[in-house]
């Protein structure tokens, strides 16, 4: 079993950045799969952003090239690097890891 820990969200005007971090309760090392998620309102959860083990990542085709997923193994954290934010971004983003694990999820709200 593995808690999932969110930080790093809020409120950024439009073309702002944030770092999301996601801290996990324990190892990350043997979790294949880590990934952020993102659910608007009225909106079903979407797959934002997904990182391997090995450091293969993917990305929804509606950020790539503004956002990066990385994750430090040591430090049991997964991150995702969201830049050139637009209001389309605003939702609530959740951290995922294999086996069905959630977090409790952060706001993201870009807005003037």
């Known amino acids: 079993q593995v808690q999932l820990v969110e930080s790093g969200g809020g409120l950024v005007q439009p073309g702002g950045s944030l770092r999301l971090s996601c801290a996990a309760s324990r190892s990350i090392f043997n979790i294949n799969v880590m990934a952020w998620y993102r659910q608007a309102p009225g909106e079903e959860r979407e797959l934002v952003a997904r990182i391997r083990s090995g450091g293969t990542t993917s990305y929804a085709d509606s950020v790539k090239g503004r956002f990066t997923i990385s994750r430090d193994n040591a430090k049991n954290t997964v991150y995702l690097q969201m830049n050139s934010l637009q209001p389309g971004d605003t939702a609530v983003y959740y951290c995922?890891?294999?086996?069905?694990?959630w977090g409790q999820g952060t706001q993201v709200t870009v807005s003037s």
């Open positions: 995922y890891s294999a086996y069905g694990y």
